[in-house]
């Protein structure tokens, strides 16, 4: 099974930012996303990117930028203006969809999932 790998997480005081990576190797997905995990909380979506067209959760809109720079390229998170809130472990996940409405932070099925990277944001 295909596995993505992340990179960039780190320690970062509010007001600052972050990039995370995600290296998909020996396979192209057309549909891929970060989500993050905060202990004692469900996982939950913040960006995913389908063919260019990309899709944010409320909570980071304006703050956070997914890009994909094209087929075996890594998949980025550009993180600005951090906030204590953000602090979670941050997953890369990648899958093929059939359609657009099913590349979303909404549902986090059927996606091939990373190890995580641990970003944490100090007030």
């Known amino acids: 099974q295909v596995q993505p790998v992340e990179s960039g997480g780190g320690s970062v005081q509010a007001g600052g930012s972050l990039r995370l990576s995600c290296a998909v190797s020996g396979y192209d997905f057309n549909c891929m996303g970060w989500f993050r995990q905060a202990p004692g909380k469900e996982r939950e979506g913040v960006a995913t990117i389908y063919r260019g067209i990309t899709t944010y959760a409320d909570s980071v809109k304006g703050r956070f930028t997914i890009s994909h720079d094209g087929a075996k390229m890594p998949l980025s998170l550009q993180m600005n203006s951090l906030k204590p809130d953000d602090t979670a472990m941050y997953y890369c996940?990648?899958?093929?969809?059939?359609?657009?409405?099913?590349?979303?932070?909404?549902?986090?099925?059927?996606?091939?999932w990373g190890q995580g990277t641990q970003v944490t944001v100090s007030s």
């Open positions: 996940a990648a899958k093929n969809v059939w359609a657009r409405q099913r590349c979303s932070p909404v549902s986090a099925d059927d996606y091939s």
